[in-house]
T-cell receptor, first 117, second 111 residues
Framework: EPEVTQTPSHQVTQMGQEVILRCVPISNHLYFYWYRQILGQKVEFLVSFYNNEISEKSEIFDDQFSVERPDGSNFTLKIRSTKLEDSAMYFC???????????????FGPGTRLTVT | GQNIDQPTEMTATEGAIVQINCTYQTSGFNGLFWYQQHAGEAPTFLSYNVLDGLEEKGRFSSFLSRSKGYSYLLLKELQMKDSASYLCAVREGAAGNKLTFGGGTRVLVKP
């Protein structure tokens, strides 16, 4: 069964450093997402991406964040200058299409645990 | 903004039934999803409702009332492996198709 993959599974970085989290969405999917989950808290939407541009972003997704689809398979999230509060599990997700009356559920990757020290 | 509420924790016995309620307030409603999340793992899709009524999928069923802003997930014939968090998520009809999640309900299944 196709699945979303993410690398690395765990990233430790120092405050102020740049990190890039990588995702390979399911191959025939067209819509890509990043979510984060701070330990013990709820899953929060960061950004959605379609046709090589951002469709929607949350208040969390400020100028320190960026996303890119550098080639036909990868989807990346970059944090330019990490803060302690960026420590969280970051989930990539993809869906075949936009949901309207059909499901087009989002499939989540296993996550990257980011620890900022 | 959206507000999604669900109980924090529930305990049930193996073989029993548990119902997890979710209430939401949102604009541009375009579907309600239930995901299961085991500790340290990714959410996995369980069920989806966009119209009022009951959707049954094996041991799991989900119900939606749009007028009441209410959904529930019913887990029947509980198994130990069902111990997990269950996340209620609402999809808006905006361009981005984002999901807004509730805080999750941790279900503990006891023998």
């Amino acid at each position: 069964e196709p699945e979303v993959t993410q690398t690395p599974s765990h990233q430790v970085t120092q405050m102020g450093q740049e990190v890039i989290l990588r995702c390979v969405p399911i191959s025939n999917h067209l819509y890509f997402y990043w979510y984060r989950q701070i330990l013990g808290q709820k899953v929060e939407f960061l950004v959605s991406f379609y046709n090589n541009e951002i469709s929607e972003k949350s208040e969390i997704f400020d100028d320190q964040f960026s996303v890119e689809r550098p080639d036909g398979s990868n989807f990346t999230l970059k944090i330019r200058s990490t803060k302690l509060e960026d420590s969280a599990m970051y989930f990539c997700a993809s869906s075949e299409r936009l949901g309207t009356s059909d499901i087009y559920e989002q499939y989540f990757g296993p996550g990257t645990r980011l620890t900022v020290t | 903004g959206q507000n999604i509420d669900q109980p924090t924790e529930m305990t049930a016995t193996e073989g029993a039934i548990v119902q997890i309620n979710c209430t939401y307030q949102t604009s541009g409603f375009n579907g309600l999803f239930w995901y299961q999340q085991h500790a340290g793992e990714a959410p996995t899709f369980l069920s989806y409702n966009v119209l009022d009524g009951l959707e049954e999928k094996g041991r799991f069923s989900s119900f939606l009332s749009r007028s009441k802003g209410y959904s529930y997930l019913l887990l029947k014939e509980l198994q130990m492996k069902d111990s997990a968090s269950y996340l209620c998520a609402v999809r808006e009809g905006a361009a981005g198709n984002k999901l807004t999640f509730g805080g999750g309900t941790r279900v503990l299944v006891k023998p």
